[in-house]
């Protein structure tokens, strides 16, 4: 029998993740309560940036494999696994996770089944949640029907979420039962062909697996954060010494980039959340060193920030900032916990007059920080800057002509906040450039003039 299968929540994860399994051959139905998110599925078009989303969805849209509905109901009658992929953002006080829509899903999905089904988690949850998710499927679904969950956690990439659903690194299942093990090896058939290791594991382990990888990523970030504070009164480099650390296989170098530090909608929240279940087990120690690592990571914006200030001599009020980059990584339009917004909110309240450009995020950024202006190109952005920051590494920001950007600013004064820009093309063109845990560069200062060229 082919598997035919929903998705409760159609945000980042959940409209990707419909959209794949459609590419894997599956029947798909994606459930929301937005009617405009709906609306824009069904059309084939995504809600937010992510490459090669739109053409899966035009393509498995128009082939009828895919559709989405604000009905519950039709995806309970008609499916016989449900994924639910809604969201578990902060709670709004606290530290924890809220899960108010995992319940008010499960619970409306529970009442209006038909048939027996397999509820799969991939919401990033606290661990524990799964086992209590079953008891209110029993406790909802009609009498006769019986349900059964699993968990396999999701470990996508913002701006990589096709590429990481169909090949991923590794696959995860939670399972209770052997039914449940051979539902989701039916489902990643292809990955597993692959070679794509299996872990098969208890839905508590499945449930922590995503939590503890976030976690562990932001502390290596913050780690290396951590080390530009000794780096700077060192006057060392700490992207030597991140390059050198890298090379260790135990380590490996990738997030250990020192910089403004991380944001998005996964990484902050699910440090936190876990941070907080932690607390409420009483694994004191875990939380000490999460709660620590979140406070590096914050500081690191106020770093940033600092050296703005420093750089156009110690007050901000009146300067002209170009801001490049609002989204908390390339590739996205996500601009949840930016750090480059939060820098660019930062130095507004000092008086500076900030020109925000974001290839892709502009509309998003707009939505949360109204108050700073936002130009429709890097032109725009650098013209007349008495300071510019490079705060999200898109890659025209990174292969920008130095000469060409001297020729707009009316000071060659950059900090490079993601230590992406390369210090001695941007000095070469007259530029005073400054990495985050770099050694200090002492170079003149450009002052824009009648002749662009002129450095004094």
Known sequence: MTLKISVIG?????????????????????????????????????????????????????????????????????????FLCVGTPQAGSGLSADLSAVWTCTRELARHLTRDCLVIGKSTVPVGTAERLGSELARFAPTGIRTSVAWNPEFLREGHGVHDTLHPD????????????????????????????????????????????????????????????????????????ADILGDDPRIGRRFLDAGVGFGGGCLPKDLRALSARASELGARSVTGLLREVDAINLRARTKVAELARELTGGD????????????????????????????????????????????????????VAPELTYVASLESALRDADLVLHLTEWPQFVEMDP??????????????????????????????????????????????????????
């Open 316 to 367: 901000l009020a009146g300067r002209r900032v170009a801001v490049l980059g609002a989204a908390f990584k390339p590739l996205s339009d996500d601009v949840r916990d930016s750090p480059a917004l939060d820098v660019a909110r930062r130095l507004h309240a000092q008086g500076a007059d900030v020109r925000v450009f974001d290839p892709e995020a502009a509309l998003n950024a707009r939505a």
């Open 170 to 241: 590794r696959l995860v299942f939670g399972v209770a039962t052997p039914d449940a093990e051979l539902a989701l090896r039916t489902i990643y058939e292809q990955a597993i062909a692959d070679g794509v290791p299996v872990h098969v594991t208890d839905l508590a382990t499945a449930e922590l697996a995503k939590s503890a990888a976030n976690a562990f990523l932001a502390t290596k970030i913050s780690f290396i954060n951590a080390m530009t504070d000794i780096s700077e009164r060192a006057d060392a480099d700490v992207v030597a010494l």
């Open 10 to 82: 159609t945000g980042y994860l959940g409209a990707t993740h419909a959209a794949c399994l459609a590419e894997l051959g599956f029947e798909v139905i994606g459930v929301d309560s937005d009617g405009g998110k709906v609306a824009h599925l069904n059309a084939g078009v995504a809600p937010f940036a992510e490459p090669g989303l739109d053409d899966l969805l035009n393509r498995h849209v128009s082939t009828g494999r895919l559709r989405f509905t604000t009905d519950v109901s039709e995806a309970a009658a008609s499916s016989d696994v449900h």
């Open 403 to 456: 000469h060409w950007a001297a020729s707009l600013v009316r000071r060659r004064v950059v900090v490079d906040g993601r230590n992406r820009l390369d210090p001695e093309r941007w000095t070469m063109a007259g530029w005073t450039i400054q990495g985050i845990g770099r050694p200090k560069r002492q170079q003149p200062v450009a002052t824009r003039t009648a002749d662009a060229a002129a450095v004094i």
